[in-house]
């Protein structure tokens, strides 16, 4: 006769369930100041933000007329890296653009 007691030492077994999180999205955007080029604003939103000439310029046009625009939602390291970039290639160039990162 087959014994039907499970072989566990007198310990509870227990399945853990691994559960993987996402990971908190942040939004990068865009500040408006009167003194950067909107050409300059455009080149940096296809060189950093990997955007295309027309999303670029929508954007750069958002940032004019309404004082911000989002250049993307990310994680919160690359969105911290992206500002830094920006910020970066804008004071090497001599303008004060400035971008800040938002909890989505």
């Not at 939004?27 to 009167?34: A, E, G, K, Q, Y």
């Not at 004082?67 to 690359?78: S, W």
């Amino acid at each position: 006769m087959a014994d039907n007691t499970p072989r566990t030492g007198g310990s509870v077994k227990e399945r853990t369930r691994v559960e993987t999180k996402e990971p908190a999205l942040w939004r990068v955007v865009l500040l408006n100041d009167d003194y950067t080029p909107m050409e300059f604003v455009v080149n940096l939103l296809e060189a950093v933000y990997d955007k295309g000439p027309a999303e670029a310029y929508r954007i750069m046009m958002q940032v004019h007329t309404q004082g911000r625009g989002i250049c993307g939602v990310y994680p919160f390291e690359i969105a911290e890296t992206r500002v830094a970039q920006t910020e970066q290639l804008a004071e090497s160039a001599g303008y004060p653009l400035k971008a800040v990162i938002e909890e989505e």
